[in-house]
């Protein structure tokens, strides 16, 4: 698709690649940024991959909750591995290189999996608020059909709604600056590369950001405020806690995800006179959720922790 935005519209195109330089301020020494980097981009695609042997080893943990934080680790990989490479790239190899199509194909991977990252997090959401809210009726609603029908809603949603990104950004006319100061092909660090107005592409970015981040954080936001209410309900101070506790590990993750989305809306919206700081939060957005998610829920989930010392023969004893 990419390949043909650049054919169909060569005319316009008079830069042939764009150079991503890195993280600005910094060019000199972003080399020493590749040792956390690299060390956190292991560690997520481990920490998911073992999250992934443990779940579909564990009879105990076939359970939609499970499924879902199953395909969050798929999705977080995915998003660490459209990154991860280049940015490495760039830094041990000064790979700084990149071809009109493949930034498009990035750009468009990385709204996908962020989107649908916010997605698992609304059903996850939705899982919990059935589950104590409704616990009768919980194995009836949040089934293994739910689960699929809910995945494939979300892929399609987000694969969809997110094409215009890349394509509206094609149509733009780059006509000669190609120096992006980031080490992602951003819209904004590419738009803001174009000869002509680039206003509808700001327009349909706000619009994409209200309707899907913007609608998954207001319902995932409902459902924690029922939940709360049904929790205050409950007579047992005993109850409520456990009822909380099955809650608190996606609550940690929730709130780091759309607080770290918030903040980069803004520094980005706002004249920044240190512009590293936006740049290294994207950065940091993107890996380190993915190597945080699989070791909260391990710490907080008592089933999945002792499916974790089953899977590396670990003792049990006192845990």
Same mark, same amino acid.
């Given at each position: 698709?990419?390949?043909?935005?650049?054919?169909?519209?060569?005319?316009?195109?008079?830069?042939?690649? #764009?150079?991503?330089?890195?993280?600005?301020?910094?060019?000199?020494?972003?080399?020493? %940024?590749?040792?956390?980097?690299?060390?956190?981009?292991?560690?997520?695609?481990?920490?998911?991959?073992?999250?992934?042997?443990?779940?579909?080893?564990?009879?105990?943990?076939?359970?939609?909750?499970?499924?879902? +934080?199953?395909?969050?680790?798929?999705? @977080?990989?995915?998003?660490?591995?459209?990154?991860?490479?280049?940015?490495?790239?760039?830094?041990? #190899?000064?790979?700084?290189?990149?071809?009109?199509?493949?930034?498009?194909?990035?750009?468009?991977?990385?709204?996908?999996?962020?989107?649908?990252?916010?997605?698992?997090?609304?059903?996850?959401?939705?899982?919990?608020?059935?589950?104590?809210?409704?616990?009768?009726?919980?194995?009836?609603?949040?089934?293994?059909?739910?689960?699929?029908?809910?995945?494939? #809603?979300?892929?399609?949603?987000?694969?969809?709604?997110?094409?215009?990104?890349?394509?509206?950004?094609?149509?733009?006319?780059?006509?000669?600056?190609?120096?992006?100061?980031?080490?992602?092909?951003?819209? %904004?660090?590419?738009?803001?590369?174009?000869? @002509?107005?680039?206003?509808?592409?700001?327009?349909?970015? +706000?619009?994409?950001?209200?309707?899907?981040?913007?609608? @998954?954080?207001? +319902?995932?936001?409902?459902?924690?405020?029922?939940?709360?209410?049904?929790?205050?309900?409950?007579?047992?101070?005993?109850?409520?806690?456990?009822?909380?506790?099955?809650?608190?590990?996606?609550?940690?993750?929730?709130?780091? #995800?759309?607080?770290?989305?918030?903040?980069?809306?803004?520094?980005?919206?706002?004249?920044?006179?240190?512009?590293?700081?936006?740049?290294?939060?994207?950065?940091?957005?993107?890996?380190?959720?993915?190597?945080?998610?699989?070791?909260?829920?391990?710490?907080?989930?008592?089933?999945?922790?002792?499916?974790?010392?089953?899977?590396?023969?670990? @003792?049990?004893?006192?845990?």
């Amino acid at each position: 698709m990419f390949q043909y935005l650049r054919d169909s519209n060569s005319s316009n195109f008079h830069v042939s690649e #764009f150079i991503l330089m890195g993280f600005p301020g910094i060019h000199s020494w972003q080399h020493w %940024l590749s040792l956390p980097l690299a060390l956190l981009y292991l560690l997520a695609l481990s920490a998911n991959i073992l999250i992934l042997i443990v779940i579909n080893q564990e009879a105990t943990l076939h359970q939609p909750m499970y499924h879902f +934080l199953g395909i969050l680790a798929v999705v @977080d990989m995915g998003l660490t591995t459209t990154i991860m490479p280049k940015i490495l790239a760039i830094l041990w #190899f000064n790979a700084k290189r990149i071809g009109l199509p493949e930034c498009f194909a990035q750009m468009y991977v990385i709204h996908c999996f962020v989107g649908m990252e916010s997605g698992i997090f609304l059903c996850m959401a939705i899982d919990r608020y059935v589950a104590i809210c409704q616990p009768l009726r919980h194995p009836s609603i949040i089934t293994e059909s739910f689960v699929v029908k809910a995945t494939v #809603f979300m892929a399609l949603r987000n694969s969809l709604s997110t094409i215009p990104v890349p394509m509206l950004a094609a149509q733009r006319n780059y006509c000669s600056q190609n120096q992006i100061e980031h080490c992602l092909c951003t819209t %904004l660090g590419v738009t803001s590369l174009s000869c @002509d107005d680039g206003k509808i592409n700001s327009i349909y970015q +706000l619009i994409l950001a209200w309707t899907l981040m913007g609608s @998954d954080l207001g +319902l995932i936001v409902l459902s924690y405020t029922l939940i709360f209410h049904s929790v205050l309900k409950l007579n047992s101070a005993e109850a409520a806690s456990k009822a909380l506790s099955t809650c608190t590990s996606h609550l940690i993750l929730i709130l780091f #995800f759309y607080t770290v989305l918030i903040v980069i809306s803004i520094t980005h919206s706002t004249a920044m006179t240190v512009p590293l700081i936006p740049i290294l939060l994207n950065v940091l957005h993107n890996v380190i959720p993915p190597a945080l998610n699989p070791m909260v829920y391990a710490f907080k989930n008592k089933e999945l922790r002792q499916g974790l010392y089953k899977v590396l023969k670990l @003792d049990m004893k006192g845990k």
